[in-house]
């Protein structure tokens, strides 16, 4: 059974940071790219970053970009989200996810999802 378990978010202050963690199981995610995505009350779900299998590639959403770091291990099966100087538009429940097809930066494009993890951001 896949497995994408979120960890890492919390309450901060604007300012502030975190970082978030997901670890994949239950099968291999070998060229798979891992995506994190977020959901705001009354919002769709939105794209904030993506990685490649290799590392190399990588993007973010214009509203992250210079603040947020996406990483990943591969030998632990795990991605990273690296929230720095984070603002309270960034409150939201965050989802990492992963696509098959090696790269995407849509939602319909992932196949595996957690099941999120709070971040709130206080002013």
């Known amino acids: 059974q896949v497995q994408l378990v979120e960890s890492g978010g919390g309450l901060v202050q604007a300012g502030g940071s975190l970082r978030l963690s997901c670890t994949a199981s239950?099968?291999?995610?070998?060229?798979?790219?891992m995506g994190w995505f977020r959901q705001a009350p009354g919002k769709e779900r939105e794209f904030v970053a993506a990685?490649?299998?290799?590392?190399?590639?990588?993007a973010y959403a214009d509203s992250v970009k210079g603040r947020f770091t996406m990483s990943r291990d591969n030998a632990k099966n795990t991605v990273y989200l690296q929230m720095n100087s984070v603002k309270p538009e960034d409150t939201a429940v965050y989802y990492c996810?992963?696509?098959?097809?090696?790269?995407?930066?849509?939602?319909?494009?992932?196949?595996?999802w957690g099941q999120g993890t709070q971040v709130t951001v206080s002013s």
């Open positions: 996810a992963a696509d098959p097809s090696g790269w995407g930066l849509n939602v319909v494009g992932y196949r595996y």
């Open positions: 239950g099968r291999t995610f070998i060229g798979y790219a």
């Open positions: 990685i490649a299998w290799s590392g190399g590639r990588s």
